[in-house]
């Protein structure tokens, strides 16, 4: 049974900064990313990386966001910094079935598997 389960949400203040965890239950994905939501608006991709190579990252995160994995513990991280209140969302992380080509990774469409979502809240 698939399972992903994000931790490390919480409040934080302009400048901040936060990690968030992904615990990837039952086999191993090569692709797997970020995405948020915040209130009344669409799904935004943030940031994907592929076992098989490739770390990938929206412009409104670059520089500020980390993506990386444990391989070993199958376990997903994003590190922010320098966190905005643009920022504020509730984040999912998300696997996809197979390997994405790179012109696919920021479609949610595209993964197959999703957490359940933790609460990231910024505040100025």
């Known amino acids: 049974q698939v399972q992903l389960v994000e931790s490390g949400g919480g409040l934080v203040q302009v400048g901040g900064s936060l990690r968030l965890s992904c615990s990837a239950a039952g086999r191993t994905y090569d692709t797997m990313g970020w995405f948020r939501q915040a209130p009344g608006k669409e799904r935004e991709w943030v940031s994907t990386t592929r076992r098989s190579g490739g770390t990938y990252y929206a412009d409104s995160v670059k520089g500020r966001f980390t993506i990386s994995r444990d391989n070993a513990e199958n376990t997903l991280y994003l590190q922010m910094n320098s966190l905005k209140p643009e920022d504020t969302a509730v984040y999912y992380c998300?696997?996809?079935?197979?390997?994405?080509?790179?012109?696919?990774?920021?479609?949610?469409?595209?993964?197959?598997?999703w957490g359940q979502g933790t609460q990231v809240t910024v505040s100025s």
């Open positions: 998300a696997a996809a079935v197979n390997r994405l080509i790179t012109s696919s990774v920021g479609m949610a469409r595209m993964y197959s598997y």
